[in-house]
Every structure is written in C-alpha cells, then in structure tokens.
C-alpha cells in the first residue's frame, strides 16, 4: 500500500479544509487508516484513525468535535474534514496506515501543508 495526501493549504482561522489520502498499489482492506500531523517545533501528533472495513472512528481528545475521518471504500480514499480552523492547526497532516495486527503505523503518505492564519 502507498498513500499520498493532499488537500492542504492556507486559509484563514474559522475556516475548513478537507484533507484527502488515497491508498494505491491495493486495497487496504485490513488496514487502520490514520492521520496525524507534525507542527513546526513539536513532535508528531496523534489525530484520528479508522478501520478501513468497519464503521469505527477514533480521536485524539485534542481534536474531537471539529475534526472527522471518513473513507470513500470505492475510490481508496480517506479523508480528514476540519472545521472552525485555528492558527493551532497550522502544522503538516501526514496520512499513515498499519494492518490491523500490527501495533505500528508503517506506511506513511508524504505529508500536506496545512497553514492557518489569524
């Protein structure tokens, strides 16, 4: 499985952005999808994750009521929809996937720019 994100960008704080991860090679039909992201000076954070064959979502605390995770099964994407963006936010969204047995996310898509202005 190879993933390549996309949808970032500048935008001003209240605004939204939907990130897009699309998994090519194979399906990643035993796979935990999720998204993290690096803000400049701080390490890698946890945001979201979802199994690619259930309906099961989860967050970080830090994020939850404004962002969501959600997969497309029939175009291998999974997205990351932000809302009410804050200068916080600014940081570079990675994608990432494990296999479900697994205990490391092992696959990394290259990371999009998100970048929030006041």
């Known amino acids: 499985v190879q993933l390549q994100a996309s949808g970032g960008g500048l935008v001003q704080a209240g605004g939204s952005l939907r990130l897009s991860c699309v998994a090519t090679?194979?399906?990643?039909?035993?796979?935990?999808m999720g998204w993290f992201r690096r803000a400049p000076g701080k390490e890698r954070e946890y945001i979201a994750s979802t199994y690619w064959a259930g309906d099961s979502a989860r967050y970080a605390d830090s994020v939850k009521g404004r962002f969501t995770i959600s997969r497309n099964n029939a175009k291998n994407t999974v997205y990351l929809q932000i809302i009410n963006l804050k200068p916080e936010d600014t940081a570079i969204y990675y994608c990432?996937?494990?296999?479900?047995?697994?205990?490391?996310?092992?696959?990394w898509g290259q990371g999009t720019q998100v970048t929030v202005s006041s």
């Open positions: 990432a996937a494990r296999h479900r047995s697994g205990s490391d996310y092992n696959t």
């Open positions: 090679g194979r399906a990643p039909t035993n796979y935990i």
